[in-house]
């Protein structure tokens, strides 16, 4: 928000988590046009969930997900380049970082080390018991950032209520 005009909305730091699902996916491309919308500077993230890396197997597994994270992202930032949506400019604004540990809190973490102003993640609609039993990494988030938060529904998410 602007401090002069509080009916004014301004980011400037926008942190986009990513899992390889469709849904972040689409987290992604969402993130992408708020940057270019307000001029804004974009850290997708990535956290590998679990303990500290301690066995070679687990470093190279590491790599290779941030590996296939990296290239995907180039991949992506190649074509929206080349199809004329993304400048080298804003592409030159979008960073990606890596961490280890549990998904919200470490996306709470960087939002606060990096003074994100907005974080923008997929949910995946669970509800009910799977919701219950898993738990939403989205929500935690929602509760406890210290910024604005816009959460992105997969394109199958159906909105029926269940009360039952």
């Not at 469709?22 to 850290?43: E, H, I, P």
């Not at 992202?73 to 949506?85: F, W």
């Not at 080390?113 to 919701?131: A, P, R």
Request: hydrophobic share 35%; proline share 4%.
């Amino acid at each position: 928000m602007d401090s002069q005009n509080p009916n004014v909305v301004v980011y400037n730091h926008i942190l986009c988590p990513v899992d390889f699902s469709d849904c972040s996916t689409k987290a992604f491309y969402r993130a992408v046009g708020y940057s270019q919308l307000f001029n804004a500077r974009l850290t997708v993230l990535n956290v590998r969930e679990g303990g500290p890396v301690s066995f070679y197997e687990d470093v190279t597994a590491g790599r290779e997900a941030l590996d296939v994270l990296r290239d995907g992202l180039v991949t992506r930032l190649n074509r929206l380049q080349e199809e004329g949506k993304v400048t080298r400019e804003e592409r030159d604004r979008i960073t990606l970082e890596t961490r280890n540990g549990k998904p919200f809190e470490e996306i709470l973490r960087v939002a606060i080390q990096l003074k994100s102003d907005l974080i923008i993640m997929g949910t995946h609609g669970n509800t009910g018991f799977k919701h219950l039993f898993m738990g939403s990494q989205a929500e935690r988030v929602v509760r406890r950032a210290p910024c604005d938060v816009l959460t992105v529904k997969p394109d199958d998410y159906d909105p029926k209520l269940d009360l039952g």
